[in-house]
């Protein structure tokens, strides 16, 4: 595990920017880290862009700020002399990927096809960039090459727009989506930073997919949850629906016993429960009560904070298609 790479994973969401002036680095990188985006690929295809990395390196280094675009290996050299924490080419390039390996360079190698990724994977990488996804056939390009590639995971980027990025959050496969669609171009030629933070928070609530699924009650044994639900149930027509709880439709859910002090909940659903974990967390909203599928994957988790007796749970739905 590198925390680099689960940093990236966590956030869900790597914004790419080809940056033409030094002087809105650091602005760019504070408005993104609080908008929850922590990570940030700064292309090398400017002018100023390794100065960027230095600015941001030195001057916020709570953003962790890596170089794209790197095509060569004293590319590579430069952008991590300059201070970028990792390094993603386009393409696969035995050379470079070699280079990085042999200095400790973290490296996302670019690959866009099944030969790159055996090769990557046969050197020990197990976090890719595939670019460019969308082109070349994206999800289903995705679904396809991590059958034979088990464990490889992929920063899906090219042609990323906030149509497609749900669906490839909700792949397993899809360590993370890496693009320029999350970054306002408007706000960032005209420097309004404080904006951009704001509309990069919305943009990151959508992406995560949070809805209301149900409301939760409470009750004090088994009998009362019933008896709740049933009373929902006769005057929506609802279904009754008996488990660990007592749902009524997928409206009202009665709980068998009294929960965390508070008489009632509201469930959330997301397209990621991990990330809407990292996304509180970076608000300074705390969680708790974390529940594991059988892969050790969490699905849902309850924010340490309440509403008026709500207490409040996200859990992952996967999203429903129309
Ligand atoms: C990159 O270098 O990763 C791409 O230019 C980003 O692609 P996008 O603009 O389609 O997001």
Redesign the pocket.
């Known amino acids: 595990m590198n925390g680099v790479i689960d940093l990236i994973g966590n956030a869900g969401v790597l914004p790419?920017i080809a940056l033409d002036s030094e002087e809105k680095a650091v602005p760019l990188a504070k408005a993104l880290y609080s908008g929850g985006l922590p990570a940030i690929?700064v292309?090398l295809r400017t002018d100023c862009a390794l100065n960027c990395i230095k600015r941001i390196s030195e001057e916020y280094p709570e953003t962790v700020v890596g170089a794209?675009?790197v095509l060569t290996v004293s590319q590579a050299d430069e952008a991590v002399r300059a201070g970028a924490k990792f390094i993603?080419t386009?393409g696969f390039d035995e050379t470079i990927a070699r280079h990085c390996l042999d200095r400790g360079y973290l490296l996302m190698p670019g690959v866009s096809g099944v030969a790159d990724v055996q090769k990557a994977y046969v050197m020990g990488f197990r976090t890719v960039?595939l670019?460019?996804c969308?082109p070349l056939g994206g999800l289903d390009y995705i679904k396809q090459v991590s059958g034979p590639f088990r464990g490889m995971r992929f920063v899906a980027?090219?042609?990323?727009t906030f149509d497609n990025v749900q669906s490839y959050l909700e792949n397993g496969s899809v360590r993370a989506v890496?693009?320029?669609?999350i970054i306002p171009k408007k706000l960032l030629s005209e420097g309004r930073f404080s904006e951009i933070s704001r509309e990069v928070r919305a943009s990151m609530a959508k992406i995560l997919g949070f809805k209301l699924m149900h409301v939760g009650i409470h009750c004090e044994n088994e009998q009362d949850a019933f008896r709740t639900a049933e009373w929902f149930s006769g005057l929506f027509g609802f279904c009754v629906a008996d488990g660990q709880t007592v749902f009524s439709g997928t409206a009202v859910e009665c709980m068998k016993a009294p929960y965390l002090g508070k008489k009632y909940h509201i469930g959330f659903r997301t397209v990621s429960a991990e990330r809407a974990k990292f996304f509180f967390e970076n608000m300074g909203i705390g969680t708790r009560e974390y529940k594991y599928d059988g892969n050790g994957k969490m699905f849902s988790f309850y924010l340490d904070c309440v509403m008026k007796d709500f207490a409040v749970h996200v859990t992952y739905k996967p999203e429903e298609k129309s």
């Not at 980027?157 to 990323?160: E, K, L, N, P, Q």
């Not at 890496?178 to 669609?181: I, K, V």
């Open positions: 790419v690929e292309t794209g675009t993603v386009p960039k670019f460019p969308e980027t090219g042609g990323i890496g693009g320029s669609f």
